[in-house]
């Protein structure tokens, strides 16, 4: 059935002796693949040829507390630790409407019960609440032939023990000694908590098991872009192609199931240019969950639960839509993390944007210190989206600390003016998230995110206020007093921290330990210990 020997992947690039693609060679085979598939040959042929099962199950299914922006849900981080005298530079970041999102797992028709959703390490309080409540999304299982499947119940055995290894860092992390790592031991006030993450982190390694269906072709499936603003969906992708420690091919052992699909690959090749029509995109992914819930007994077993997808595509969310369950059961992580589109903290996972122009990453990387910063606060680009408009009419051509327009002169270099400035400005564009949040970050530029529907990346484990900056959409007119408010010292800390939090944002080939894909990876993980899966009784 699978026809994607890694090997044939575009992703492949030149990091540990691997080979490296030439990008012309790279270029040939994407057009070859766009000349030889007609998209309008019909989604479903992409991964079975017989599909039939009526288009699109569940369309409409949205989580029921829907939030405009802000709408309704606790602050999780109220106030930044560096607030400047009295100053608020806040950092907010609310659930989605504050509902329970997962109560869609009751589904009374389909023989399938659950008990009502409670947090347990609830990822969106992250790890700094001590006294998190004890509880789990609880899914009862069906019991197949009568009998307790044995193997479920020891993978949930598995995850249950690491819970409570977890449970007591979060407890105990002041009275125990730092975890010695090889490699990297995480500390300091850049982390919620950092010995829990240390030992949830070890914890995934010991233990995370993540089975990736077979089923599906290339490009769609099994393949994604790696040299675009969207290239965090290729790499994933392809690294879990790669992946060998984390990964199962035996799904009994899986503690959860990636759907490998590419919502890019699917704009690309199925996608009529112009037409405002996403239903092909969409019947392609219901049309494939039709076909593993089918063959498989998984998906229907946890009704998605313990299922995952990725998408850094700004339609990622929308497509996600064609399958009720797995919108509101399943983790999707998603580059475009709009807490009023339905994202949901507690489940789902923010996926980084990166612009990787490149295979090398380490030449983006780097900047001077402070001193060598003359420019206060930096933007350039294009004027679309919600919130541009707002920057570029308050700011732009008004104020020499604060360089806001929308292109930059001919000759000026991008990354040079991000490397003189001291605060690099990434408003949403199209979508909430930007490339330019992991870009200020490989260049020592002190992010500032302005949006307000906006879950930052791996926010479940980073403490983003001590090395960032959050601006309201409402506060732009202040947005000068805000970053002047930042004391030398207190920017020198803060730059000093974005150096720290770079590890997490690298991406290598092959991945290493805390970069990028473990990063992701580890978000997924603390979801999945949320979800408790069991037999009926
Ligand atoms: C899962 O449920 C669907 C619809 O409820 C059904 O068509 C399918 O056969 C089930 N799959 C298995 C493996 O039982
Ligand atoms: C987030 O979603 C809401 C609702 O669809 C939308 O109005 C808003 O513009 C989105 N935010 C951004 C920055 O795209």
Sequence with gaps: MRVSPPSSSPCLHGHGGKVACAVAACLALVTFLVVALDPRTGASSWFLSSSSSPPGVVSSLRPTARGGSNGG??????????????????????????????????????????????PALAPESGFDDADSPDGTVEVRVPLMQGRVDVKLERVELGLAKARLVIREAIRNKDKRPPLTDRDYVPVG??????????????????????????????????????????????????????????????????????????????????????????????RTLSDYIDVLSTKYPYWNRSLGADHFMLSCHDWGPYVSSADGHLFSNSIRVLCNANTSEGFNPSKDVSLPEINLRTDIVDNQVGGPSASRRPILAFFAGGDHGPVRPLLLRHWKGKDADVQVSEYLPRG???INVMRRSKFCLCPSGYEVASPRVVEAIYLECVPVVIGDDYVLPFSDVLNWPAFSVRVAVADIPNLKTILAAVSPRQYIRMQRRVRTVRRHFMVNGPPRRFDVFHMILHSIWLRRLNVRLHGQD
């Design 189 to 282: 006030p850049v982390y919620r908590n950092a010995y829990a993450f240390h030992r949830s982190y070890l914890e995934m390694e010991k233990l995370f098991k993540v089975y990736v269906y077979e089923e599906g072709e290339p490009p769609v499936f099994h393949d994604g872009p790696c040299r675009s603003i969207y290239s965090s969906e290729g790499r994933f992708i392809f690294a879990m192609e790669m992946e060998n420690r984390m990964r199962t091919r035996d799904p009994e052992l899986a503690h959860v199931f990636f759907l490998p699909f590419s919502v890019v690959k699917m704009v690309k090749m199925i996608y009529e240019p112009n037409s405002h029509d996403m239903e092909p995109l969409r």
């Design 73 to 118: 849900g606790a602050p999780l981080l109220a106030t930044s630790s560096y607030a400047a005298g009295g100053k608020a530079v806040l950092f907010r970041e609310e659930a989605a409407g504050g509902g329970p999102a997962v109560a869609s797992f009751t589904k009374a028709d389909s023989g399938y019960a659950s008990v009502a959703p409670a």
């Design 412 to 414: 000026v270099s991008y």
